[in-house]
C-alpha cells in the first residue's frame, strides 16, 4: 500500500499541468478505496487525472499512438512504448528490457514519488527511436528465403 501511495501521490502532482489517463484494475481501485487516498482518485475526471476501467490491445494502441509519454509497472507496455516512439517511466525496481534502459527510452523509478517525478521533468524528447534494437523487421523475409532453399 505504501509504493501505491507514493504512485499516487506523484500521478495528482503530474496531474496539476499534464492530462493523465489511468487504466486501473478493480483490485487496485479497491486497494485506494481502502487507503483513502481520494484526491483526485475518482472514476470521474477530477482536474487532470481520468481514471478508466483496464483497456484491451487495440483501446491500448489508440492510446499509445496518442500519448506523450507512458508510465507502467507491466514489461509488455514497455517495449511497446518503444515500437510506438514513446518515452517510458518504468514503475518497478527492474526491467526485463535493460537494452531499453541502455539507450534512455525507458527510465526505472521504482515507487519512489521522487525519482517519478524527477523521471517526468527530465525525460528527453530528442530520443532517436529509429535505432533497430530488435532487428530490421525482415526476419521473416529471411526464414522464408532459408526455408524455400532447403526445399
Same mark, same amino acid.
Given at each position: %500500500?505504501e509504493?501505491?501511495k507514493?504512485?499516487?501521490?506523484? *500521478? #495528482?502532482?503530474?496531474?496539476?499541468?499534464?492530462p493523465i489517463?489511468?487504466? /486501473?484494475?478493480?483490485?487496485?481501485?479497491?486497494?485506494?478505496?481502502?487507503?483513502?487516498?481520494?484526491?483526485?482518485?475518482?472514476?470521474?475526471?477530477?482536474?487532470?487525472?481520468?481514471?478508466?476501467? %483496464?483497456?484491451?490491445?487495440l483501446?491500448?494502441?489508440?492510446? *499509445? #499512438?496518442?500519448?506523450?509519454?507512458?508510465m507502467?509497472?507491466?514489461?509488455? /507496455?514497455?517495449?511497446?512504448?518503444?515500437?510506438f516512439?514513446?518515452?517510458?517511466?518504468?514503475?518497478?525496481d527492474?526491467?526485463?528490457?535493460?537494452e531499453?534502459?541502455?539507450?534512455?527510452?525507458?527510465?526505472?523509478?521504482?515507487?519512489?514519488?521522487?525519482?517519478?517525478l524527477?523521471?517526468?521533468?527530465?525525460?528527453?524528447?530528442?530520443?532517436?527511436?529509429?535505432?533497430?534494437?530488435?532487428?530490421?523487421?525482415?526476419?521473416?523475409?529471411?526464414?522464408i528465403?532459408v526455408?524455400?532453399?532447403?526445399?
Amino acid at each position: %500500500p505504501e509504493r501505491l501511495k507514493d504512485i499516487l501521490e506523484a *500521478l #495528482n502532482k503530474i496531474a496539476e499541468k499534464t492530462p493523465i489517463i489511468l487504466p /486501473l484494475h478493480p483490485r487496485t481501485a479497491k486497494i485506494i478505496q481502502n487507503l483513502k487516498f481520494s484526491k483526485g482518485m475518482s472514476s470521474e475526471k477530477t482536474q487532470n487525472l481520468t481514471i478508466i476501467e %483496464p483497456v484491451g490491445y487495440l483501446e491500448m494502441v489508440y492510446m *499509445l #499512438n496518442r500519448c506523450q509519454l507512458v508510465m507502467t509497472d507491466s514489461g509488455g /507496455l514497455q517495449k511497446e512504448a518503444f515500437f510506438f516512439k514513446k518515452p517510458c517511466i518504468t514503475l518497478r525496481d527492474e526491467t526485463e528490457w535493460v537494452e531499453l534502459v541502455e539507450h534512455r527510452f525507458n527510465t526505472i523509478v521504482g515507487a519512489n514519488r521522487d525519482k517519478i517525478l524527477s523521471a517526468v521533468k527530465t525525460q528527453s524528447s530528442d530520443l532517436n527511436f529509429d535505432i533497430n534494437l530488435y532487428g530490421n523487421g525482415k526476419a521473416s523475409e529471411k526464414i522464408i528465403s532459408v526455408l524455400l532453399k532447403r526445399r
